[in-house]
């Protein structure tokens, strides 16, 4: 009896190895998000946090999302590169600060040449989707294209016509609108979101080429109190992933990006952007002080004189600049058309 109870005890014990009691669930692998806006930023709380929120639940606990806002991981001006080189996983940026590495993507920051966030970022977002852009972005992975909205003047002294512009210091942060100032007789100065307000609160410079997205998300209303409304140029702005960061994740997590990015989150975006326009110009016009005028018909034409030589200038020094061009103005026709 002895040894049948012994020889059963064996039999049972390595059964039992071979199905172990519980086996431990894989850690989550996790992404860095790098916002260099503020993290009161509606970028950073109505768009990439939840987004991220939306990837973990569905990647079914495989990967999680972290949002660094602020100037952590890097500012407007290195996050590109440092999402490259893998300093951060993920990450959300303007284009304008990084000069001719994404010249064509610039198409949609063009002055006068679309009405505003929805029609020039679903037109580039087309533009991405057919691949004439897809040289630019043979480094990362691209979640997302999109723009803010067109830069009015914002500034301490009233701005109305081109005269008022002479001699003044204007910080932007794209190349095209910086063009457009020296042609209307100001004096352009480069510079990143971040760096605005403190540009005029010291007196660096006298006001601030932007939209009112960045109106409401730095403050700029408190160092600011006249502000012109133009067509004179959008931002671009980009949400980009590490390509060995998607490569590294589990099937269930790449799926799950797949799902979110794309046509879905460039929507998400340009909604945000497009109500961050309206909430700013709103905010700003109940405020003690403030003027908002709209560039009048008459120096609109100036204005639009001023910048079509720059958009000439663009055509010629952008690879396959007129076809880029030709098809954004497509584009933007069958937007108009309800297409």
């Given at each position: 009896?002895?040894?049948?109870?012994?020889?059963?005890?064996?039999?049972?014990?390595?059964?039992?190895?071979?199905?172990?009691?519980?086996?431990?669930?894989?850690?989550?692998?996790?992404?860095?998000?790098?916002?260099?806006?503020?993290?009161?930023?509606?970028?950073?709380?109505?768009?990439?946090?939840?987004?991220?929120?939306?990837?973990?639940?569905?990647?079914?606990?495989?990967?999680?999302?972290?949002?660094?806002?602020?100037?952590?991981?890097?500012?407007?001006?290195?996050?590109?590169?440092?999402?490259?080189?893998?300093?951060?996983?993920?990450?959300?940026?303007?284009?304008?600060?990084?000069?001719?590495?994404?010249?064509?993507?610039?198409?949609?920051?063009?002055?006068?040449?679309?009405?505003?966030?929805?029609?020039?970022?679903?037109?580039?977002?087309?533009?991405?989707?057919?691949?004439?852009?897809?040289?630019?972005?043979?480094?990362?992975?691209?979640?997302?294209?999109?723009?803010?909205?067109?830069?009015?003047?914002?500034?301490?002294?009233?701005?109305?016509?081109?005269?008022?512009?002479?001699?003044?210091?204007?910080?932007?942060?794209?190349?095209?609108?910086?063009?457009?100032?020296?042609?209307?007789?100001?004096?352009?100065?480069?510079?990143?979101?971040?760096?605005?307000?403190?540009?005029v609160s010291r007196g660096v410079a006298d006001g601030?080429?932007?939209?009112?997205?960045?109106?409401?998300?730095?403050?700029?209303?408190?160092?600011?109190?006249?502000?012109?409304?133009?067509?004179?140029?959008?931002?671009?702005?980009?949400?980009?992933?590490?390509?060995?960061?998607?490569?590294?994740?589990?099937?269930?997590?790449?799926?799950?990006?797949?799902?979110?990015?794309?046509?879905?989150?460039?929507?998400?975006?340009?909604?945000?952007?497009?109500?961050?326009?309206?909430?700013?110009?709103?905010?700003?016009?109940?405020?003690?002080?403030?003027?908002?005028?709209?560039?009048?018909?008459?120096?609109?034409?100036?204005?639009?004189?001023?910048?079509?030589?720059?958009?000439?200038?663009?055509?010629?020094?952008?690879?396959?600049?007129?076809?880029?061009?030709?098809?954004?103005?497509?584009?933007?026709?069958?937007?108009?058309?309800?297409?």
């Open positions: 009896m002895r040894g049948k109870i012994l020889t059963f005890i064996l039999a049972a014990t390595a059964a039992l190895a071979l199905f172990p009691a519980s086996v431990p669930a894989a850690s989550p692998v996790e992404l860095k998000f790098a916002v260099p806006a503020p993290p009161s930023s509606p970028v950073n709380l109505r768009g990439v946090t939840p987004w991220g929120k939306k990837v973990e639940q569905d990647a079914k606990g495989t990967v999680s999302v972290k949002v660094f806002a602020g100037a952590t991981l890097g500012n407007f001006s290195n996050i590109y590169e440092r999402t490259v080189a893998g300093v951060t996983d993920m990450a959300f940026g303007i284009f304008g600060p990084l000069g001719t590495e994404f010249r064509k993507v610039q198409v949609a920051a063009l002055p006068f040449e679309a009405k505003d966030t929805v029609e020039a970022g679903t037109a580039l977002w087309r533009l991405h989707e057919s691949g004439l852009l897809a040289d630019e972005f043979s480094k990362v992975k691209v979640l997302a294209l999109f723009a803010f909205p067109h830069a009015g003047i914002h500034a301490n002294k009233p701005v109305r016509k081109v005269e008022d512009l002479k001699g003044m210091k204007i910080v932007t942060s794209t190349r095209s609108m910086g063009q457009l100032i020296t042609a209307l007789g100001g004096s352009p100065m480069s510079s990143t979101p971040t760096e605005y307000y403190m540009s601030i080429a932007v939209g009112w997205s960045a109106v409401k998300s730095f403050k700029l209303y408190e160092v600011t109190k006249f502000h012109l409304e133009t067509e004179s140029g959008l931002f671009t702005a980009y949400l980009l992933m590490n390509k060995n960061s998607y490569a590294r994740l589990p099937g269930a997590a790449k799926q799950a990006i797949e799902r979110h990015s794309g046509k879905p989150l460039f929507d998400e975006m340009s909604r945000i952007t497009d109500r961050l326009e309206t909430e700013g110009r709103a905010e700003t016009a109940v405020l003690p002080g403030h003027t908002i005028v709209p560039l009048a018909p008459d120096e609109a034409a100036r204005w639009q004189a001023a910048a079509k030589p720059i958009v000439d200038e663009w055509v010629r020094r952008t690879p396959n600049g007129a076809k880029i061009l030709a098809a954004f103005r497509k584009e933007i026709e069958k937007i108009r058309a309800g297409k």
